[in-house]
């Protein structure tokens, strides 16, 4: 077992982070209000420790060294992750606010439309909803809880499954003329998501098609994109269940190899939407509720599709931040 090097005083390490940002002990010391022979004795006990030169006196003036340089970033992250720790844990008890990240998507035809049945369990509950569609960086965006697209490969996360995005393979009424056998998919250009292109080739290997190296494709940064290609196009793609089945109602598009083709594939294989956070939001009470309420949503049942995304008709959110 191997085991981690003892950490030195803290009082010593932050008199170093304060010393690299002055570039001397008597700024460092004005900072942290002791004499600047104070900051010297702390900077001492910190080299003793660490069994290394910080720094070079040159009379008055100091060189932080090579070893000084490369452990500066990592002393500056570490005291900045402990102050927003200490902020977030004494606001933590008494807080109302949800800083909620999701999908576009999601967003648009599943939460919006729902979110008021939330507000009516907590009242006081302060919503501020961004979207995201990659998942966002919780600490650096000030995110509590987010709700994505993809396939459940988020590490150290506490992550739940809400709904299942089924796939059907559409394109134009023009190009499907070209598609009689899953095979003729090889000599169209495949429209993939940016977060899943590989989905194409698992695809394939579904309809007994002999995956090549090389597929002729474009890829396209969302589901609403992605659609919008194949309605102008641009070539076969793999539509959202949602919105394939108007668009094929409509004539906008058809499923040449039919709406079934891809009915049997493996749950592991197709993608959805999460519910994402790390494990210690769950901590906070609104939090908490939040995802207990998101967890209990029956989100297969009303999906909201009642504008058209052609049209560039937005919904607004029914959720009004506090000033």
Request: charged share 25%; hydrophobic share 45%; proline share 7%.
């Amino acid at each position: 077992m191997i085991r981690s090097p003892r950490l030195p005083p803290l009082n010593s390490l932050r008199a170093f982070w304060v010393v690299m940002r002055h570039g001397s002990f008597r700024g460092a010391a004005e900072e942290l209000l002791i004499s600047p022979q104070a900051v010297s004795q702390q900077i001492q006990l910190l080299e003793e420790s660490l069994k290394i030169t910080l720094f070079r006196r040159r009379g008055r003036l100091i060189e932080p060294t090579d070893q000084a340089a490369l452990l500066a970033p990592f002393v500056q992250a570490g005291f900045h992750e402990l102050t927003e720790g200490v902020a977030r844990v004494t606001r933590a008890n008494n807080r109302k606010r949800i800083n909620i990240n999701v999908s576009p998507y999601f967003a648009m035809h599943y939460l919006m439309a729902r979110l008021d049945r939330f507000s009516k369990q907590m009242p006081d509950a302060d919503l501020r909803l961004t979207t995201m569609v990659t998942l966002p960086d919780f600490t650096a965006d000030e995110v509590d809880v987010s709700i994505q697209w993809g396939f459940a490969e988020w590490k150290d996360l506490d992550i739940t499954l809400l709904v299942r995005d089924p796939k059907i393979i559409c394109c134009t009424p023009e190009l499907a003329r070209h598609i009689r056998k899953p095979e003729d998919l090889l000599t169209q250009t495949l429209l993939h998501p940016v977060l899943a292109h590989d989905m194409w080739n698992t695809v394939l290997r579904h309809l007994q098609v002999d995956v090549p190296l090389q597929t002729n494709s474009v890829q396209l940064l969302d589901a609403a994109t992605l659609r919008r290609a194949a309605i102008a196009g641009m070539g076969v793609g793999l539509v959202s269940d949602l919105h394939a089945h108007a668009d094929l109602a409509a004539g906008r598009l058809v499923a040449p190899l039919g709406v079934e083709a891809l009915a049997g594939m493996d749950p592991a294989e197709t993608p959805g939407f999460y519910l994402v956070l790390p494990r210690s939001h769950k901590r906070v009470a609104t939090i908490e509720a939040f995802s207990n309420w998101v967890k209990t949503e029956q989100w297969d049942k009303e999906p909201t599709v009642d504008f058209d995304e052609s049209l560039g008709l937005t919904p607004t959110l029914p959720v009004r931040p506090r000033a």
